[in-house]
């Protein structure tokens, strides 16, 4: 079959290193180019694997380090680090097999609320977030951080134990407060737990290795938004798909509130029919409240989007109601607002 052929897997090793590691992480685009160049390997994992999802380079990866496997990360690289991550692999496929058919890869990225701060800060409060693929719900909970914008003050939920720096560009309308959020909850096809050791070794699994201090230090920062969203009740996750669930959950939100209907790093999961009727579903329920739909994507999964395509690869688009307002940095590390942004609110 060609989707299982050792080929196949190497292109996707291949592709991988290519466009998603390069400039993120040194050591797995190091790891799946010299994976794609490892027919044996490659057949191996072919074999091993249905195709499809399961065969994503990204959650063999996350499995190896989720198991306590060799670390590209740690030690020198080269031909000897591979040969012993390969062979600590094949030693463990049991495990590592285990581990990739039953997660998922779902990286919860905190810092991300960084980036959405400046829209919610500037619409009408109080506010009612439904964040549809929202993982462990970390974004949902914008109101239990602190953030520091360029050289300016700290703000925030002051005992918090996370603070999100983020660069913006000039125009970007920085939040001096946090929005005041009445209700909030999520959708997932499967929510993580905060409370659940296991879910949060997964979820730090999921944080690419760095060959800058940024990954280390967006482990820190996912552990303390952890810690933030244990200190009270987390939002309530429903398990399900975001098209079928959401119109029964929105209807749930007080109607004195700003409904925000927002996602991040999530539409891509779905195909391109799936993303169009997202977007009728989403307008639909927003069409007789006061609301929005706020979406933090990368442009090619929304390819109906205006605007300027972003010039760095791994920038995300930041839209509010299908129009975009600025580009962001992945990890929330940045925001550039787009000068012809639409005012909001
Ligand atoms: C990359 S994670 C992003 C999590 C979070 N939005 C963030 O930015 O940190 C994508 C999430 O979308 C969820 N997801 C993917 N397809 C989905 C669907 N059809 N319905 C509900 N959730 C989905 C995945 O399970 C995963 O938790």
Not at 18 to 39: F, K, M
Not at 126 to 133: I, K, M, Q, T, Y
Not at 223 to 231: F, H, K, P
Request: glycine share 6%; proline share 10%; charged share 25%.
């Amino acid at each position: 079959m060609v989707v299982n052929s050792a080929q196949a897997v190497a292109d996707r090793y291949a592709e991988f290193s290519w466009q998603q590691a390069r400039g993120e992480s040194d050591a797995h685009e190091e790891l799946t180019a010299r994976i794609s160049q490892d027919p044996e390997f490659c057949d191996f994992l072919g074999a091993s694997l249905p195709p499809g999802n399961k065969q994503q380079p990204n959650l063999l990866l996350a499995a190896v380090r989720y198991l306590d496997g060799p670390h590209a990360d740690q030690g020198p690289r080269g031909d000897f680090a591979y040969r012993t991550w390969r062979e600590w692999t094949i030693r463990h496929w049991d495990d590592v097999r285990d581990v990739m058919m039953r997660r998922l890869t779902q990286t919860n990225e905190p810092a991300r609320c960084a980036t959405l701060l400046p829209l919610l800060a500037r619409l009408p409060q109080p506010l009612a977030l439904l964040e549809v693929g929202a993982s462990a719900g970390l974004c949902l909970h914008p109101d239990r951080y602190r953030y520091r914008y360029d050289d300016g003050p700290e703000f925030g939920a002051p005992d918090s134990p996370v603070v999100f720096p983020c660069r913006t560009s000039p125009g970007t309308p920085v939040p001096t407060g946090l929005p005041r959020i009445v209700w909030r909850a999520g959708i997932d096809l499967n929510p993580l737990d905060v409370t659940d050791p296991d879910d949060v070794r997964w979820l730090q699994a999921l944080i690419w290795p760095g060959s800058t201090p940024d990954a280390a230090e967006r482990q820190q920062r996912q552990l303390g938004a952890i810690e933030a969203v244990r200190q009270a009740p987390p939002a309530p996750l429903v398990r399900g798909d975001l098209l079928d669930e959401l119109p029964a959950l929105a209807a749930q939100a007080p109607r004195d509130a700003t409904l925000v209907v927002f996602h991040t790093a999530v539409l891509t999961y779905l195909p391109l029919e799936r993303r169009e009727e997202f977007a009728r579903v989403v307008r639909s329920v927003l069409v007789d409240r006061a609301g929005h739909w706020v979406s933090n994507e990368h442009h090619s999964v929304l390819p109906w989007l205006p605007g300027p395509r972003p010039a760095d690869a791994h920038r995300l688009t930041l839209s509010v109601d299908g129009r975009p307002v600025a580009l962001t940095g992945q990890h929330g590390q940045s925001v550039q607002w787009l000068e012809e942004g639409p005012q909001v609110g």
